[in-house]
């Protein structure tokens, strides 16, 4: 395991586990704390990187006690880029062909148990936003053991009767990938204006700032496609969420166009114990005016 320091002073870390292909999977990952504090495991959304979690965000994590880890997704940032095969196609895959299904929600958590394995981490909070939390869902439902808490950020069950888009939302899904720079920061604004907190704008220069730094870092449109297919071929979770024994907390915007609060209700309701909180004028982002909820809402799972 081989590591190289950021310009935060903090380590970053690369290594080699096994997936269920023959090639393996490598995940990059980012980790801040005291190693023997309790740790927290953030997955991120789709095709969304690990520096999308704020830093000062994670900051706060470690001023509450936790060993903080931010980690790339297969497909996403500089984990492994699934290559060969057929390309994505959502559309298909949701009208009932899978040809082009690359891997499932299963391989990705099984992926964050192995980082936890390579971390020698017995076992973690999980916190998980849209896919993100549906990666962290299905970690805890196949892994009680290693999972210490769960928050479930702007996510759904994958019961194709909640949660839905909006047709606003569904229209941006559907559009053609961007394959610039320009057309990568663009469309993200453009997303952010129809997929925003209303309560909690955000400055639109800094935004095209970090989309620009996240697009330098790595842009893999084709491995987002593939993200996606994933979450279609995997259905629903309903039935499997019943397994979750590990202290829960569903977070929510009121205002989330992309997955609709419907889908936060109904992860809350399929989960045993698990609480809700809806924060008015939240949409599906994570601006810095819902971050406090948030840790207050983890510190709640976690007795801390």
């Not at 690990?50 to 297969?74: H, Q």
């Not at 053609?176 to 955000?202: C, K, M, N, Q």
């Amino acid at each position: 395991m081989v590591g190289r320091r950021g310009l935060t002073g903090q380590s970053f870390y690369a290594w080699t586990i096994p997936s269920v292909s023959a090639n393996g999977i490598r995940i990059e990952y980012l980790t801040a704390g005291d190693p023997d504090r309790p740790a927290l495991l953030l997955v991120a959304g789709l095709g969304v990187q690990l520096t999308e979690w704020p830093e000062a965000f994670c900051a706060e994590l470690v001023a509450r006690g936790f060993f903080v880890i931010r980690f790339d997704n297969r497909d996403a940032g500089l984990s492994t880029i699934i290559e060969g095969g057929s390309p994505p196609d959502p559309m298909a895959v949701y009208l009932g062909d899978p040809s082009s299904v690359a891997y499932t929600l299963e391989d990705m958590a099984d992926d964050a148990v192995g980082l936890l394995d390579a971390l020698d981490i017995s076992a973690a909070y999980l916190v998980g936003s849209s896919l993100g939390a549906m990666i962290a869902q299905t970690f805890a439902a196949r892994r009680p053991d290693r999972t210490l808490g769960l928050c479930s950020i702007s996510s759904t069950t994958g019961d194709p009767s909640v949660g839905q888009p909006t047709a606003e939302a569904f229209e941006l899904l559907a559009r053609p990938a961007p394959t610039t720079r320009e057309e990568f920061v663009e469309a993200d604004i453009v997303s952010h204006r129809v997929l925003g907190s209303p309560l909690y704008p955000s400055d639109e220069a800094e935004m095209r700032a970090e989309t620009g730094r996240a697009y330098d870092r790595a842009f893999n449109p084709e491995g987002t496609g593939r993200q996606l297919c994933a979450i279609i071929a995997s259905g629903a979770r309903t039935a499997g969420l019943a397994a979750i024994t590990a202290p829960t907390v569903v977070i929510h915007g009121s205002e989330d166009k992309l997955i609709q609060p419907s889908g936060g209700e109904a992860t809350a309701k399929a989960i045993p114990g698990a609480e809700l909180v809806m924060i008015e004028g939240m949409g599906h982002d994570f601006p810095p005016g819902v971050w406090f909820a948030v840790l207050d809402a983890i510190d709640a799972i976690s007795g801390e």
